[in-house]
C-alpha cells in the first residue's frame, strides 16, 4: 500500500498508509491526516489514491504545497518524492501490489520439462567476476577501447562501493581514492551541503604525496557556478592564453588544473566533488604544456558525482527514519513516565493537604490518614526508581548465597497490608526443602514483588480475590520454581503475548508497564524465565524458574526424599 | 432512604475518581465541612449513583472515562445539566473543546486547597438556589 512517512515536523517518525479514494491533509480534525503543524492550513492538500496510483491538489493552502523543493498546485506522486506542507516534510512510497500481481501473470518460473528443454547452462559466473569483464584493460589493441573499458570498469566500481555502504564518511573516501587510482589527481576532496546552513562542508579529502596537511583552497566562484547551474566545469589556470609565454606565471608558477562537479540526486545537490593536479614548472619547460584533465574526465566524474548523490540520499533517508523511531520511542517512554509520576505526585499532594488541614484543626486522625497516603506513595516512587534503574543497566545483579524461601516470605509480607486495602487474600506456601541457593537477593525480591503486585492488582474488585503464593525446588530439573496464582481478571490471548513489553500496561492509568519487563529482565540475567498462563475472568498463574545454582555445602543439605533411597 | 431525607439538609457530593488517594483525601476534607460523600471509582458506576441520589456536586476524573467511552461521558454531562448539579471535570481538557456552562475544569496535576475551595463556593452556590 502506499504510504507517507513524516520524517520532519512535530508528527515525525508517523506512518500513514494510503488508502484507495480522496484524503485530506490539514491542521484541523476533521482531515483524513491530522498534522499538528501551525504553518499548516485547515485543509491544506488533498491526495487521491487509486490502485496505490496517487496525486495531489493543494487546496488553496496560505503556505502552498512543494513537491521535491518546488510549490505545485497539482501533481502526480512518484516513490521518493518528498512533499512539504508547512514545516512538515513527508517522504512518498509507492505501493506496487497491482505491478506485482501483473508481473507475476508475465513471468513464469516453470519446471524443466515445460520450458522447451533447450535452455541449458553454457558459462556461469560467480558475483564478483562481474567485473573480470572490464579488468583486463590493456589486453586490448584500440585505445579507445582501452579508455572506455577503463571507464566502464570505474563506474562499476563506484557501483559496487555505493551499494556496499551505509556510513557515508567511509563511501566518500572509498570514492576519492577510486578516483585518484583511475585519474592523475593530486589532491581531491568532497564536501557535502548542510541542510540546515546550507553550506558545503568538507567530508573526505586525498592528497596524492601524502601531506595530508597540504591545504585545498576551492574558489568561491567555482564553487557557486557548480552549484548554481548544476554543472561540472574543468578549470586550469592555463587557458588564459595570454598569460602563456615563457616569462609568464604559468611558467613559473605551474599549471593547476582542477575538476569540479556537483552530486546530484533525486532531490538536488547534495554536495560537489573536487579534484586538482599540478603540472610543476620544470615539467612545462621540458614537455611544453600537456593537459592531464580532459572532458572525459569531467563526464565521468559527473557520473561517479551522481552515483555518490544517490547513496548519500539514501542513507541520509535511512538515518533520518531510525533518528525518527527513536524519537518516537523517547517521546512514549517520557509519556509514560510523566503520566505514572503525575499520579504519584497528586497522591503526595493530597496527603500533604490532609497532613496541613489536620494540623490547622488539631485532628490526629486527619494527619494520619495524610501520613498514610504520603507514605504509601512514597513507597510508589521508589519501586518505580528500582524498575528503572533495573532496566537500565544501572544496577548490576550482584550474586550471594540467599535463601529463596525467606526472599519469597519477605515479599509476601510487604505485601500483606496491601492485599488487605484490596480485599484479597494473599496465601503463602514454602516448599519444604530448599538448599540455600547462589543468586541475586535483591533482583529475585524485586522480580517476585511485581509479579505479586500484579497479581493483586489483578484481583481489584472481585469477590474473595485470593493469590496463592509457592515455592518449589526441583532437583532433577535443577531448578527453584517460584508460583504466583491469582485467580482475579486473567488476560485475554492477545495480551497475552504483550505482558512482557516495556510500557504494555493491562491496568490502565495504574501501571507504569515497567513491573513484568523489569521481572522478565532479572529472571533472564539468572539464566532463567517467567512462563504465565492465563483465562479470561478465571485468573492468571505465573512461574518464576530460577536455574539451581548450589552453594558449597548445600549438596548435603539437598533434600533427604532424593537422597534416602540409596 | 434515610440520605434522601438527611439531603433536605445536607449536601452531598459524588466522587468519580479511580485513585483510592485522591477519593480518601476528598472525602476527609469534605467530611469535615459537613457534606455528604458518595463514591465511585469507575464512571459507569458513578452514572448510576448520579441518577439515583441527584447529588448538589459531581467531582469527574477523566481518566475513569474508558476508552470508546465518550457515550457515558455524554451521559454524565446530560444527567447532570438536566439535574442542574455543577460537575467539576478533573483532567487535561484542550482549551478548544466546549464546556458547558455547568461543568469546569481542574487541570491535572492540580493542588487540593484550590479544588476544595472551589467545590465549597460551587456548594454555597446551589445552597441559595435552593
Known amino acids: 500500500m502506499a504510504s507517507l512517512f513524516v520524517i520532519r515536523g512535530s508528527d515525525q517518525g508517523t506512518r500513514i498508509e494510503l488508502e484507495d479514494g480522496a484524503l485530506t491533509i490539514g491542521r484541523d480534525k476533521s482531515n483524513g491526516i491530522q498534522l499538528h503543524d501551525t504553518e499548516v492550513s485547515r485543509k491544506h492538500v488533498e491526495i487521491h489514491c487509486e490502485k496505490s496510483k496517487c496525486s495531489i491538489c493543494d487546496l488553496n493552502s496560505s503556505n502552498g504545497t512543494f513537491m521535491n523543493g518546488e510549490r505545485v498546485e497539482a501533481a502526480q506522486l512518484q516513490s521518493g518524492d518528498r512533499l512539504q506542507v508547512g514545516r512538515t516534510l513527508m517522504i512518498f512510497t509507492g505501493g506496487d501490489e497491482s505491478d506485482q500481481r501483473g508481473l507475476a501473470s508475465l513471468v513464469n518460473i516453470v519446471g524443466d520439462q515445460h520450458s522447451g528443454g533447450d535452455s541449458r547452462i553454457v558459462q556461469s559466473l560467480s558475483q564478483q567476476e562481474g567485473s573480470s569483464l572490464i579488468d583486463d584493460i590493456h589486453a586490448s589493441t584500440s585505445p579507445w577501447l582501452a579508455r572506455a573499458r577503463s571507464n566502464l570498469q570505474i563506474m562499476y566500481r563506484t557501483a559496487l562501493a555505493v551499494s556496499h555502504t551505509l556510513d557515508i564518511d567511509q563511501l566518500l573516501n572509498r570514492i576519492l581514492e577510486m578516483i585518484f587510482e583511475w585519474v592523475e589527481a593530486d589532491r581531491g576532496c568532497i564536501m557535502l551541503l548542510n541542510q540546515a546552513t546550507d553550506e558545503l562542508e568538507p567530508k573526505a579529502r586525498r592528497t596524492r604525496r601524502g601531506s595530508t596537511d597540504e591545504k585545498i583552497n576551492l574558489s568561491r566562484r567555482i564553487l557557486d557556478y557548480v552549484m548554481n547551474h548544476k554543472e561540472g566545469v574543468l578549470t586550469s589556470d592555463a587557458s588564459d592564453d595570454r598569460r602563456w609565454d615563457p616569462g609568464g606565471s604559468v611558467v613559473q608558477m605551474g599549471v593547476r588544473e582542477a575538476i569540479c562537479v556537483p552530486m546530484q540526486g533525486r532531490y538536488g545537490i547534495v554536495g560537489i566533488v573536487y579534484i586538482d593536479t599540478f603540472t610543476p614548472p620544470g615539467q612545462i619547460l621540458e614537455h611544453g604544456v600537456t593537459r592531464k584533465f580532459h572532458e572525459e574526465h569531467l563526464k565521468l566524474m559527473i557520473a561517479i558525482g551522481h552515483q555518490a548523490a544517490l547513496a548519500i540520499e539514501d542513507t541520509s533517508y535511512y538515518s533520518a527514519m531510525v533518528q525518527a523511531e527513536r524519537l518516537a520511542a523517547v517521546g512514549q517512554t517520557i509519556a509514560t513516565l510523566s503520566h505514572h509520576i503525575k499520579n504519584i505526585l497528586q497522591g503526595i499532594r493530597g496527603g500533604s493537604y490532609l497532613i496541613q488541614e489536620g494540623l490547622k484543626g488539631d485532628e490526629p486522625e486527619v494527619v494520619r490518614k495524610g501520613w498514610g497516603i504520603v507514605e504509601k506513595n512514597q513507597e510508589k516512587i521508589s519501586n518505580l526508581v528500582m524498575d528503572m534503574l533495573t532496566f537500565s543497566k544501572e544496577r548490576d545483579p550482584e550474586v550471594t548465597e540467599a535463601n529463596l524461601n525467606r526472599v519469597t516470605a519477605d515479599v509476601v509480607e510487604l505485601m500483606q497490608i496491601h492485599s488487605q486495602d484490596a480485599n484479597v487474600q494473599l496465601i503463602w506456601r514454602p516448599a519444604e526443602q530448599m538448599p540455600r541457593l547462589t543468586f541475586d537477593p535483591d533482583g529475585l525480591h524485586r522480580a517476585i514483588l511485581n509479579v505479586v503486585t500484579n497479581a493483586i492488582d489483578a484481583c481489584d474488585g472481585c469477590e474473595s480475590g485470593q493469590v496463592e503464593v509457592s515455592t518449589k525446588f526441583d532437583a532433577e530439573a535443577g531448578h527453584a520454581l517460584i508460583r504466583v496464582v491469582d485467580n482475579g481478571v486473567g488476560i485475554g490471548p492477545n495480551d497475552l503475548k504483550k505482558v512482557f513489553v516495556i510500557f504494555e500496561s493491562q491496568k490502565g492509568g495504574r501501571g507504569t508497564g515497567l513491573g513484568l519487563s523489569v521481572s522478565q529482565k532479572i529472571m533472564q540475567e539468572h539464566g532463567g524465565e517467567i512462563e504465565v498462563t492465563s483465562t479470561l475472568g478465571e485468573g492468571s498463574c505465573f512461574v518464576l524458574r530460577l536455574p539451581a545454582v548450589l552453594c558449597e555445602g548445600s549438596e548435603q543439605a539437598l533434600s533427604p526424599a532424593t537422597r534416602v533411597p540409596e | ?130
Open chain 2, 1 to 130: 432512604m434515610p440520605d434522601q431525607v438527611g439531603s433536605q439538609r445536607q449536601q452531598s457530593v459524588l466522587i468519580i475518581d479511580h485513585s483510592a488517594d485522591t477519593r480518601q483525601v476528598l472525602r476527609t476534607a469534605l467530611e469535615r465541612r459537613g457534606v455528604l460523600i458518595l463514591e465511585a471509582k469507575r464512571a459507569e458506576a458513578g452514572l448510576k449513583l448520579a441518577r439515583r441520589h441527584h447529588p448538589a456536586l459531581v467531582v469527574l476524573d477523566l481518566e475513569t472515562i474508558p476508552a470508546g467511552g465518550e457515550a457515558v461521558r455524554e451521559r454524565l454531562d446530560s444527567e447532570t445539566e438536566n439535574s442542574r448539579i455543577p460537575l467539576v471535570v478533573l483532567g487535561n481538557v484542550r482549551r478548544s473543546e466546549a464546556l458547558l456552562p455547568h461543568q469546569s475544569v481542574v487541570q491535572k496535576p492540580y493542588h487540593y486547597g484550590p479544588l476544595i475551595r472551589k467545590i465549597e463556593l460551587l456548594l454555597a452556590d446551589s445552597k441559595q438556589v435552593a
